[in-house]
């Protein structure tokens, strides 16, 4: 797709992680002094029968993928992938690349915004699969308190603000590198080193009301890792 500052147009890592103050495009009610983390992955795929590259269109054993006109797919086989807005998919088995926000119809490599492109042709057995972006971060609420919120791409390139979990104060998220020992937060993560992020590991902090008000809130603290699976041997 068109390269912008839209954070969902970035796929070259799938995990990204903002501590306070850091990021671009980030929710104006994303609470001060927490982190926040960006996912980016797919679902599970449908394989190619065919695919026309001049006529941009590919034809796909099942209608089951989710994958909708003006939403984001993924298209790979054993040597390259590529990203792109789907036009149409009518009739669920037929996937068109041919839209407006792809600087070409054609998906090869490189990329060539000019002119006809770089044509790749997929052959069979190759995969589409619909692509999902989504940021995770504690906002306030609106209702003077502070929830976990997730901020998810859909078909028509607006991202959807979400309110997930009420109660969330605070959320820290650290990072585990190659070779490393000790978990870091995303200010210590080099830009180029996202992609080799092994784990993951998040602090939230719930704040609920006590059944006597006098008493004060009750807090409560989840910690758990994510392990990054293909990242690890």
Request: charged content about 20%.
């Amino acid at each position: 797709t068109n390269a912008t500052t839209d954070w969902w147009k970035t796929w070259h890592d799938g995990v990204v992680g903002y501590s306070p103050g850091g990021g671009v495009d980030m929710p104006a009610n994303w609470v001060a002094n927490t982190d926040a983390i960006e996912l980016k992955s797919t679902n599970a795929g449908v394989t190619v029968v065919s695919h026309d590259p001049g006529g941009a269109v590919f034809v796909v054993d099942s209608g089951e993928h989710g994958i909708a006109g003006g939403g984001l797919a993924l298209a790979c086989d054993f040597g390259h992938a590529a990203v792109f807005q789907v036009k149409t998919s009518a009739d669920g088995k037929t996937i068109s690349h041919d839209a407006d926000q792809n600087c070409t119809t054609a998906l090869g490599w490189p990329v060539d915004c000019s002119g006809s492109g770089t044509e790749y042709a997929f052959g069979r057995n190759a995969v589409v699969a619909r692509v999902n972006a989504a940021r995770w971060f504690v906002g306030t609420n609106g209702r003077g308190g502070n929830s976990l919120f997730r901020s998810a791409l859909r078909a028509d390139e607006t991202p959807d603000f979400e309110e997930v979990v009420e109660g969330v104060a605070d959320m820290q998220i650290q990072y585990l590198l190659p070779d490393g020992i000790d978990y870091v937060p995303a200010s210590a993560v080099p830009g180029t080193q996202w992609n080799e992020v092994k784990a993951v590991g998040v602090t939230i902090e719930l704040e609920g009301d006590a059944a006597n008000a006098a008493d004060g809130p009750i807090e409560r603290q989840l910690s758990f890792v994510a392990a990054i699976r293909n990242r690890n041997t």
